[in-house]
Nanobody
Framework: VQLQAFGGGLVQAGGSLRLSCAAS????????VGWFRQAPGKEREFVAA????????RYANSVKGRFTISRDNAKNTVYLQMNSLKPEDTAVYYC???????????????WGKGTQVTVSS
């Protein structure tokens, strides 16, 4: 499975961005795709995840109510709609794939390159 994340950029606090994660290769219906982020000087952390079939989701508490993860199975693409962005959301965002719906980075089998999101105050 190959993953490519894009859609990052610079946005003011309170603004919105939508990230996309395009998947290619052997994608099974029981796979899940997760978004993680890493801010400067901090460890990478879980943001959200979704299962390809059924659409079950998980969110980090810090983004609940502001971020929405969704998928378009026909396009093999997972989206992360980010609203009400805060400066603390500034990070490199990565998408990753796993055989289970999980927030654990160690359970991710495939990773894409990150995309930078910068939120100015």
């Amino acid at each position: 499975v190959q993953l490519q994340a894009f859609g990052g950029g610079l946005v003011q606090a309170g603004g919105s961005l939508r990230l996309s994660c395009a998947a290619s290769g052997r994608i099974f219906s029981d796979y899940s795709v997760g978004w993680f982020r890493q801010a400067p000087g901090k460890e990478r952390e879980f943001v959200a995840a979704i299962r390809w079939s059924g659409g079950n989701t998980r969110y980090a508490n810090s983004v609940k109510g502001r971020f929405t993860i969704s998928r378009d199975n026909a396009k093999n693409t997972v989206y992360l709609q980010m609203n009400s962005l805060k400066p603390e959301d500034t990070a490199v965002y990565y998408c990753a794939s796993s055989g289970m719906l999980t927030a654990r980075q160690d359970d991710m089998a495939y990773w894409g390159k990150g995309t930078q999101v910068t939120v100015s105050s």
